[in-house]
């Protein structure tokens, strides 16, 4: 018993022990880098242990694989903590001939939930010089026209299949400096998942993109959700002259749609000439003048283009203006064809549409002079019957 009770007391004085200090400064700190090994922008053509980086205290290990990501990443990535010592490697090691980039995410934090306030960056080689390159971009969602924030954007080197990565930023742009010179294909993808890899499913753009040393290139990229279907016509309404046609999917709205696309006929298969198409509800697209001449076909959105030209914000309907009047309460027949969805895809279809009824004609107005008869007043209950 007596051994028993020694041990209780060691045992609460070592839990004391370890308990913070009560009415200590509380930690908002963000944990601050000391040094790298090996330095940045270092050239280490025999490395053979972790880049690592080394902090002023402790880092908590919540998600903290997922905060580091490794340009090329030539084999699987493997990351250790012990303190504040973050000690990234390759499965294989690191290859001869690379230039190697260790980016250290602004998620990574300490143990009372202090961020660095920053990426961090590790540039170094297992062999070339290092070049003075840079790429940058921007990154729009395709369907809102707005900067898509957290996106994962990769430059694959030609022909060796490397792959540099990063995020885009709050702005939706991203860059990539120190890389090799050459020519780059663009990726840029959702992944909602966070596996760095592309699913089926993740909205995403590519482009291509020239590296020089000296030189700064920037590219745009606009990612949308991949589509196996034409868009298709669903519903047409009309008022006074406008019809607006529904479709099952966004359309690209850089396209132009001539009057050509669209054939309108009236209730006796009448053609109605039509004087304008346009991509959106009435609401949003003014009227145009009535032309018979169809417009030029609009040319294709310029890949690498700055992000403003990507600007107009995609809809689901057109807006067809006929050059008269429709008739009232009367059904029409609408075919549009040849509409193009915002990846690529080519449809159309054909509706019917009844337009509203006329609306009633407005009651004439009293002569001058006259004055108008009392409204009639309403009729009283009759009293209840007496018993």
């Not at 051994?3 to 009415?23: D, K, Q, S």
């Not at 840079?134 to 990154?139: K, R």
């Not at 860059?175 to 890899?197: K, L």
């Not at 509800?281 to 040319?299: I, S």
Request: proline share 12%; charged share 25%; glycine share 6%.
């Amino acid at each position: 018993m007596k051994r028993l009770g020694i041990c209780a007391a060691l045992l609460a004085a070592a839990c004391a022990h370890i308990e913070a200090p009560t009415g200590g400064e509380e930690d908002r700190q963000a944990p601050r880098l000391l040094t790298t090994r090996p330095d940045t922008f270092a050239r280490a053509p025999n490395l053979r242990t972790p880049a690592v980086f080394v902090f002023d205290e402790g880092l908590s290990e919540e998600r903290l694989e997922e905060a580091i990501t490794v340009s090329p990443r030539t084999s699987a990535v493997a990351v250790d903590k012990d303190g504040g010592e973050l000690r990234v490697s390759l499965r294989r090691g690191w290859e001869p001939n690379r230039i190697y980039q260790v980016v250290v995410d602004s998620t990574v934090k300490d143990r009372f939930d202090n961020r660095i306030p920053e990426p961090i960056r590790l540039v170094f080689s297992t062999g070339p010089e290092i070049p003075e390159t840079f790429l940058s971009g921007t990154v729009l969602d395709r369907q809102t026209a707005q900067p898509a924030r957290g996106v994962r954007v990769e430059a694959i080197l030609r022909p060796d299949s490397l792959v540099y990565a990063t995020r885009t930023d709050e702005a939706g742009t991203f860059a990539f400096a120190q890389i090799p010179a050459g020519e780059y294909q663009m990726r840029a993808f959702s992944d909602p998942n966070a596996n760095r890899a592309l699913e089926p499913f993740e909205s995403r753009d590519t482009a291509v993109a020239r590296v020089l040393v000296g030189a700064q290139p920037s590219v745009a990229l606009s990612i949308v959700a991949p589509d196996t279907s034409a868009p298709r016509a669903l519903e047409a309404t009309a008022a006074d002259s406008a019809i607006t046609v529904r479709f099952d999917d966004f359309l690209d709205p850089t396209q132009r749609i001539t009057a050509t696309q669209v054939r309108l006929l009236a209730p006796d298969s009448t053609p109605v000439r039509i004087a304008s198409v346009t991509i959106g509800a009435p609401a949003e697209v003014p009227a145009a003048p009535d032309t018979a001449a169809a417009p030029a076909p609009a040319a294709p959105a310029r890949r690498g283009a700055p992000a403003a030209a990507r600007g107009p914000v995609p809809a689901r309907t057109i807006t067809v203006r006929v050059a008269g009047a429709l008739r009232p309460d009367a059904q029409y027949t609408i075919r549009v064809d040849g509409v193009r969805n915002l990846v690529g895809l080519v449809g159309g279809g054909e509706l019917r549409l009844r337009t509203p009824r006329a609306a009633p004609a407005p009651q004439p107005a009293p002569p001058a002079g006259t004055t108008p008869p009392p409204a009639a007043a309403p009729a009283r209950p009759a009293p209840p019957a007496r018993p």
